[in-house]
């Protein structure tokens, strides 16, 4: 028998490959977690040298190679409201099974902000979920608010906010 | 903010599930293929350092030569080395305690991995001669081949 | 560098959409002897054989064991480097560093994806922190590109219409390259029907998935003059993987260095860009340079980093569009391959960029050689968003 290229019974076996890993926080980030679960607050922390804020906080300013102390005055307090700095939509699915071709239909997402909450800087930017769907209605600058899960829900995660909803301008 | 007590130490799991599909190329599913619709064994042989490589692989690791020859080997082989497995893991196909031997089939220079049944690991001895036993069912998988049994 | 190093040889196999002839060890093996062939060497002259490529996209890991004869490296010194999309590139500067080293006379680099083994997708949607997951709707690595497209757009760098001009353009490249995966014949108004997946970015903008391998061999300077008669001269290079990555639910964007604040995807390139410049002399890049193989994930990356690597000033990639400076016959050709939106198999990207740098330095491109003399080349990978290496090529030391 010759290998043969022009061999027509060429297979491939599909396999599943599961894993699971059991993951920290850190220390801030622990904290930040904690509060958000526990009082519904958003904190930060920030560098004493450059003084960006950082959303979550960061334990050594990458830029100023210099460790943030844990000490009441490097921590911010960031407001329940926020801008939109820029917003995106993505539709269409993104999980294919290479043996079939087959992908789950009818995923729709929310948009995701780029969201700058209230309290911060410009290097504060949080990525998360826009309650408005019609993105017609969503434009850089628009000012949204955090609607937070109950308490019983809410579980130390950054879905422990539901979505960042429009604050109705005053007119 | 900063730490006035001990505080409580979330852990988040974070999950993968994926699906792969491996290609087993040409020369794979000929070896794979051969088992499923003929029941037979077959390696490929390097036409400069005449090893024949079962399972069928494409290039001969030893000289870099690409291989064009198929060769059928036995379905019989002598045990080479074994272990018996008795730790349980999501896995494995069967179920512990179970063995597995590293067989070398008559005809081929390597050995091939396989599971020894219908005996007692207790009776496994280095060295023994075995015979494939092939499903009725086979999809083209090397576990087309139930186990090694002794002859 | 202690020891001057050159390209040798250069192996590609041609970029497709799935490959079920082939197992992962055979595809790499295609690309090997092609080198081989190409530098008229056998596998018993190289030394040492480096690998790399993202294990996780076809859920085989060990590669550096598992494909060991395909590689013919059973035996030899080596190594695997996995780092993303700028795999291309590590494994290059891993092997011109092995040369470079004086210990060591040939080496073998070989990048290889098999795409079609693996859902891209889960691989993406898996690999943030978990206690920042969104429930699903961010947009991973195509929302990290997204940030670059929009960016373009808002820095008036470019004009839909203008982005689509530079896609038929790379269209047309990738038609001229038996290596290409993608062989489209596009209008710019294809581009513009195009289904928008983030506005400004469109399907037919965006990378391919591909599968394909590329081989290089690289030797030090006595070697190279011994047993090449066209080596091609690596006179520099630079790694980079240190931007900005807070841990957020959205890792790709970077936030932090995320787009509106920071320079995101272009911030490797960037610095990459200024460094080989600075070390290398070059102040006018759009004049010193004869050719540029870059990694641009999509068209609108190609039109930032045109600004990114100094081609002209912040703003006016546009100009650079209009007078077609970056096509086959313009200025500064970017990209004649076709680039990374007409093959993206990701270990082995970066790896194709060098090679058809090689292949233009020595004239050998037939059907797409650009019609200038092609003497010192810039070519870079990619990877996560902020990884790059760049290298530089030429013709003579």
Known sequence: ?171 | MSAAAPEEILISERNFDSIFSYTAGTVRSKFLTEIRDNKKIVGTKCRRCNTVWVPARSTCVKCFESLKDFVEVSDRGTVTTYTVINVHQTFYPMNPPFVLAIIQLDGADTGFVHFIGETDPEDIKVGMRVSAVFKEDRKGSVLDIKYFKPI | ?397
């Not at chain 1, 977690?33 to 990458?62: H, N, T």
């Not at chain 3, 500067?93 to 997708?121: C, I, N, P, R, W």
């Not at chain 3, 990694?295 to 045109?306: C, L, R």
Request: aromatic share 8%.
């Open chain 1, 1 to 171: 028998m010759n290998v043969n290229s022009n061999q027509e019974d060429l297979l491939t076996v599909p396999h599943r490959l599961t894993a699971s890993w059991r993951e920290p926080a850190g220390v801030f980030v622990n904290r930040m977690l904690l509060a958000m679960r526990d009082k519904a607050e958003l904190w930060a922390v920030k560098c004493p040298i450059c003084e960006r804020i950082l959303f979550p906080p960061e334990i050594v300013c990458a830029m100023c190679k210099v460790r943030i102390e844990d000490k009441d005055e490097n921590w911010v307090r960031l407001g329940n409201e926020g801008t939109v700095l820029k917003f995106y939509h993505v539709t269409g699915s993104r999980e294919v099974d290479p043996s079939t071709g087959w992908h789950p239909k009818g995923q729709t997402f929310n948009p995701i902000g780029l969201i700058m909450p209230d309290g911060g800087n410009k290097w504060t930017v949080m990525a998360h979920v826009l309650e408005e769907t019609d993105t017609s209605k969503l434009y850089d600058g628009i000012r949204v608010k955090a609607v937070w899960k109950k308490r019983e829900e809410r579980q130390g995660l950054m879905s422990d906010i539901k979505f960042w909803s429009i604050v109705e301008v005053e007119k």
């Open chain 3, 1 to 397: 560098m202690a020891e001057k190093v050159a390209v040798i040889g250069v192996g590609q196999t041609p970029g497709k959409r799935s490959r079920k002839d082939v197992s992962e060890v055979e595809l790499v093996n295609e690309a090997v002897r092609a080198a081989l062939e190409d530098a008229e060497l056998t596998i018993n002259d190289i030394d040492v054989v480096i690998q790399g490529n993202m294990e996780f996209f076809e859920g085989t890991f060990y590669t550096d064991q598992w494909l060991v004869e395909g590689l013919g490296a059973y035996g030899k010194s080596g190594l695997k480097v996995n780092a993303a999309g700028d795999t291309g590139g590590t494994i290059f500067a891993s092997g011109v560093s092995h040369a470079a080293s004086g210990l060591f006379k040939t080496v073998l680099v070989v990048g290889f994806e098999k795409q079609d083994e693996g859902a891209y997708g889960g691989i993406g949607m898996r690999s943030e922190d978990s206690f920042f997951d969104i429930a699903g709707g961010s947009g991973r690595a195509i929302g990290a590109m997204w940030g670059t497209a929009v960016s373009v757009i808002d820095r008036k760098s470019a004009t839909e219409e203008l982005a689509a001009k530079v896609r038929v353009k790379e269209a047309k490249c990738g038609s001229r390259n038996p290596y290409s995966h993608l062989k489209l014949q596009l209008t710019e108004q294809d581009v513009l029907n195009s289904d928008i997946v983030i506005w400004p970015l469109r399907f037919l903008h965006i990378c391919p998935t591909s599968v394909s391998s590329c081989a290089v061999i690289v030797a030090p300077e006595k070697e190279a003059k011994r047993l090449c008669r066209k080596p091609v001269w690596v006179k520099d290079y630079y790694c980079i993987h240190s931007g900005l990555q807070p841990r957020v639910g959205e890792p790709w964007l970077n936030l932090g260095a995320a787009y509106p604040t920071g320079p995101q995807f272009r911030w490797g390139v960037e610095q990459a860009a200024i460094a080989l410049y600075k070390r290398n002399g070059i102040v006018n890049p759009r004049k010193q340079l004869d050719l540029i193989e870059s990694y641009s994930p999509s068209t609108w990356h190609e039109i930032d980093y045109y600004e990114a690597l100094k081609l002209c000033e912040p703003g006016e990639a546009w100009k650079l569009i209009e007078e077609e400076a970056t096509w086959p016959d313009g200025d500064i050709p970017y990209d004649v391959s076709g680039g990374v939106v007409s093959t993206n198999a990701i270990g082995a990207t970066g790896l194709h960029r060098v090679a058809e740098t090689v292949i233009q330095i020595r004239g050998e491109g037939g059907e797409r050689q650009v019609p200038k003399d092609v003497n010192l080349g810039l070519t870079f990978a990619q990877g996560a968003d902020q990884f790059c290496t760049a290298a530089i090529l030429c013709k003579t030391l």
